[in-house]
């Protein structure tokens, strides 16, 4: 099966988020990045599909040639090959210029199926791995918490409001995965040194078509200090009273 | 003029009078693929220790679980230094270093098992093995299938490891029968290759007494019979590690287990410790990087008399002496490490002195980030008291800090007892040093040649006798590390880690107060080479003990 996976590099979970002069983007100094939370869940799930079905796993970013950092990181769990489509203003993208250029690479590769994370853990906006599927014009499950692939269909479950669901689908499909997928592994040392003798191929990304436009960023407002109302059940009172009085959550 | 051995390393040349900055500088900073390597080794390391290891439960169980010991296999750390050929990661020491200070951060327990297997107990088959042995034993070792124990101590042979009592006498099918017991051997419990030292028969008189009568080194498995070890000792500190005694009653190991030549068994052991010391230095770094983090995170979030207390003068002093001497520490480790992997062969004194001044530092900062932290880090619910029981016995262990202090002045001095014109002549010259280390390049090389004439003075006082003169000793290995030391900061503050990169202004300021912390160091044990208390001492000490 030929699989690939999307990754993006996000900031790491320890970033303290300053916006840059321009007032739009994130000040990007000193800022350090790692793989997407949930596209890290997409690369262990691609690997333990090759794992099943044979075939090779692709890990497919678009960002800068740093990047090549976190592809590393994804060869050494299991994948076999990264390609990095280049683009120096890879943040500046929109979600549909960012789908527009995968898409081409993935129909250059070729795929049976293709793995996103169900969202990046910067943007927030969960739309790639949706658009993509729309321009690919394959099918595409979102959230997914359970899947089974056979050699030309599949069927997922997936986290509804409150319920689950179940679908079946033929290939090729995008994917996009939920937390509660799988367990990515650890890569261990032998992944790490496997890792790098594997390929990375950069070619530049095409230009960007971006439709929708940042106008401007701003980090939400301080939140003000906690208070300790008291301590056990004494507390109890003064603590109902907050919550009606201040907070108006009763 | 020269007049000297050109052999020898930064510090022996210290000790002859030569300030050889070739030795140190360029800073031996690893090539952009080993810190590729190494730094996915501890992304990886941290994340999985983070999730997999509870350091306050194994100090409470007195055991680690078996499940961070499989953590610790399936990651593949058991090889890591291992050449790949054998199955191992093949890594350099530079990636050695990373690796145990990562885990050394979250678990003092968890990385003496890796000190135990990697740094001392399959060193000896690495270093004196034949081909067939490394064959045999390596690929287990590498994979965690066996893991590693060094068994060199007894009740008579601590420090005097050479006074030990275990034997192994050849049968006639030319196999060995050990008798002996070994204690405090760490990965005592668990391991299930035991390096053993023991006396093996006088090549030429067999009734030679046992005190005459050669080392030699050998493996012995698990398996063979009469190995026993016994239940693991309750400690102060890293409570986790096991820690046992080890039996052997007439075990039988065939000829092939016996590794180096026959006879040559201390010098394996000894260079297998001479060869890792700046390894436990880097542990050390890792522990003290995690009292720092605590008390600093402390020292901003507690406030007194209106202030956090890290604004106040004197646990600024704290902090950034801490902040400091971490820097140091990892300059001495590192370029250790960093020597031994370009190939440089004679790195046993600067390897001791990291690991005099990595666990004589870590102490005190332990004891600086629980003064920072107050009454609160004296409560058993936070990690300080933890920290400060794990980092003691890294001055007793490996060497304690005085064996190791007599080692290196001994060794410094070697070469001047034999002949005392084996000393360098000329101005010293640190040169390659960053402009904005003028100062402290210029106080180097006021000092070097102070130390030199030192060292020339106390041989011409004592000559051969030297060795015993330990107050001497303890004076001359004081001021070299303190030299390393500063020779280390101004290497690392004055090489870029990647070309083209200039240090930040912060790290300008915290070279240059590591620089002076040193410098201060010297300056007071150079004020006792002036006035010597050595006769008061004898007198005092010598009225309690009866010595
Ligand atoms: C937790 C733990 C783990 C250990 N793991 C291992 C292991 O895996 N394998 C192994 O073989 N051993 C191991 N050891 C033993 C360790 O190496 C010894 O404890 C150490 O070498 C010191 O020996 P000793 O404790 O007998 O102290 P001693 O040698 O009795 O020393 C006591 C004091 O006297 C000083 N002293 C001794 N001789 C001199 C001298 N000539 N000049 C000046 N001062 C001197 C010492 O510095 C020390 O302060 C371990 C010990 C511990 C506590």
Redesign the pocket.
Known sequence: MNIVACMKRVPTTELVAKVGADGKHLDASGVQYMVSFYDEIAVEEAVKTKEKHGGEVTVLTLGPSDAAKELRECLAKGADKGVILTDDSWSDRDAHSTAEALKAKIEELGADVVFCGRVATDRDSASVGPMLATMLGWACVTDVVELDLEADKGTAKREADGGIETYAFALPAVITCQKDLNEPRYAGLKGIMAAKKKPIDESPAPAASNQAEVLALELPPARPDGRILGEGAAAVPALIDALRNEAKVL | MTKGNEAGGFVRLLFQGKLDATAVLPFPWPSDETRETSDAVVDMVREWAADAIDPAQIDADKTIPQSVLDGLKELGLFGLTIPEEYGGAGCGQWTYAQMMEAVSHRCASTVTVLG?HLG?GMKGLLLYGTDAQKERWLPALASGERIA?????EANA????GALRTTADRLPDGSWKLNGR?I????GGFANFFAVYARTPHPDDPNAPLASRPISAFVVPREAEGLTTGVP?D?MG?RG?S?TEVGLEDVVVPADHLIGPEGDGFKVALNVLNSGRHGLAASCIGQAKLARDLAVAHAKEREQFGKPIGAFGMVRELIAGMNADIYAMEAGAWLTAGLVDAGERETMLEAACCKMFATERLWQICNDALQVTGGTGFMKEYPYERILRDAR?NL????????LR?MLAVQGTRALVRDPNARFEGAAAFSGVRAEFATEQATLEELAPVFAREVGQAVARHGKEIRGA?HELRRLSDMAVALFEMGAVLSRASTPERDGEKPAPSEIALARLAFRRREREFRITLAECAHPDDELIDAVSNESTGL
């Open positions: 135990g001392l124990a060094f068994a060199l101590t601590g420090s005097d490891a070994k405090w051997i760490t990965n000792e400690k890293l590690s820690t016995i007793i262990f490996e060497g304690t800090n005085q064996v007599m330990q």
